[in-house]
């Protein structure tokens, strides 16, 4: 097999009409996974026992204390009609945040669980802990007659960082292998942050925005100050929070994906400890200027440091993005020597929109149970690439996770043959290509057979069928 280049990028937008495949290829062996409703197999789930189920019971009744307290706190302070205005004004902009995170995560998207769990845990349990330390600094540093602002500035930084990288961290200590990478950690943090932001921002925009409005001159103002407040801290500046976690989350990416134990502890460590200097620089800010009267120090502070480091992570998590579409590029290709999979398959997986032409192509020939199965297969496939990605770090340094890395790279090569078995070979007019890990064998229809090689740039999706493989 000739050494495989990244196919140019027009052969994406041709890939929907290319035909198919012959007559339908030899049924693989069926894996042991489970099936979903429509027939199409999925990844095994992990049996639930009673330490798991214990676990799972101790992290939903603090996320639910964590919930009730705040309520109760925020209620009790400030009305259950400021709560509700402060509630629907702070949710309004999670959706779009939240989806600019997902979108991030589209090679490879996180258990939905996971993401519950670290939104929730930003929301309420960070929340909270962050409160109740902070209410305590400021009354600490009232009675020795120092300034309550310090604790925005020496003391809010520190745990609230601290508190929302702590549902992250539970993650990456008991789900490492749900870690790809940086993308994971600038995902997890971020919406650990986005639900700590939700919560706070129901804090100023119901307690001192719409309550103490309404208490001084009425609703009207009460509104007045709500759309004042939301227009600053969430439409101008609602980046802060997860520009601020997006440090720790880097940290916690590199170290899931290092097999030296020196940077698993000092990245995550040099992350969270950049977080918590940056969200101090951050409240120092109007800190400054409400001691000194100037508000250029904000304006500098904003344009000239925060804007700029805010779009360099932007720059950065596109970057991340789109090196984790290509690493199915760097490591699949020894699956193609092994002949478990072809050139095809790996040009069809590196780039977004080739995997939407090849999921056109799936429904085109197989209809909706191809697309979902193609949808399976491209999911498998990314699993298979970061694992093989992990075992060539040496992340498994016990022999007990080299023996589970090797039993799930075969469900996952399982996995995608039955994927393969939906919408491959579903055109009897169009030649039939075996792959055996070196060259195309094709069988034309008129009986006559031709071996070639590989194309440099190969065309996808291709009808191909694979000569039975050996073990992996």
Not at 50 to 56: C, E, S, Y
Not at 162 to 179: D, S
Not at 368 to 393: I, K, S, V
Request: proline share 8%.
């Amino acid at each position: 097999m000739r050494p495989m280049r990244r196919a140019g990028d027009d052969y994406a937008g041709r890939m929907a009409d290319t035909p198919s495949g012959g007559s339908l290829p030899p049924s693989p062996s069926m894996p042991a996974v489970a099936s979903t409703g429509d027939g199409l197999p999925s990844l095994p789930r992990r049996r639930l026992n009673w330490r798991r189920a214990l676990v799972l019971a101790g992290v939903i009744l603090l996320i639910a204390a964590g919930a009730i307290f705040m309520i109760v706190t925020l209620g009790t302070n400030f009305g259950v009609e400021a709560l509700l205005v402060g509630t629907v004004a702070a949710i309004l902009p999670v959706p779009v945040l939240v989806a600019c995170f997902l979108w991030l995560d589209r090679y490879e998207p996180e258990p939905l669980k996971y993401l519950i769990f670290c939104f929730a845990w930003g929301a309420f349990v960070s929340t909270a802990a962050s409160l109740l330390v902070n209410e305590t600094a400021a009354g600490w540093l009232d009675n020795r007659g120092l300034p309550i602002a310090l604790t925005a500035v020496l003391v809010a930084p520190f745990i609230e960082e601290l508190t929302k990288a702590l549902g992250p961290i539970l993650l990456l200590i008991f789900r490492r292998r749900e870690w790809s990478g940086i993308t994971d950690g600038l995902v997890y943090c971020g919406l650990s942050a986005i639900g700590f932001a939700m919560v706070e921002n129901i804090l100023y925009l119901g307690g001192r925005g719409y309550a103490a409005g309404v208490e001084q001159y009425g609703p009207a103002t009460g509104a007045q100050q709500v759309f004042a407040i939301f227009i600053g801290r969430i439409l101008l500046f609602g980046f802060a929070h997860p520009l601020f976690t997006s440090m720790t989350g880097v940290g916690l990416g590199i170290a899931a994906r290092t097999a030296d134990r020196r940077v698993k502890v000092l990245a995550p460590l040099a992350g969270l400890l950049l977080a918590m200097m940056l969200h101090g620089a951050w409240n120092l800010l109007p800190t400054l200027t409400e001691a000194t009267g100037e508000v250029l120090i904000t304006i500098v502070g904003l344009v000239g440091v925060m804007v700029p480091i805010f779009f360099g992570m932007v720059a950065l998590a596109v970057w991340l993005r789109a090196w984790e579409g290509r690493l199915t590029e760097r490591t699949l290709p020894d699956y193609v020597r092994a002949g478990w999979l072809t050139p095809p398959e790996v040009a069809a997986l590196t780039s977004l929109g080739r995997r939407h032409a090849a999921r056109v192509w799936a429904k085109r020939v197989a209809g909706d149970t191809g697309l979902r199965a193609m949808r399976g297969y491209q999911f498998a496939a990314t699993r298979l690439a970061l694992l093989r990605d992990g075992a060539l770090r040496g992340l498994d340094r016990r022999p007990v996770d080299r023996e589970r890395t090797a039993q799930e790279e075969r469900e996952l090569l399982d996995l995608i043959s039955t994927y393969r078995s939906f919408f491959v070979g579903r055109d009897p007019q169009s030649p039939v290509g075996v792959w055996d890990g070196r060259q195309y064998h094709l069988r034309f229809p008129d009986g006559s057979q031709r071996s070639v090689q590989a194309p440099e740039d190969p065309v996808v999706p291709i009808p191909v069928v694979l000569a039975p493989p050996p073990p992996p």
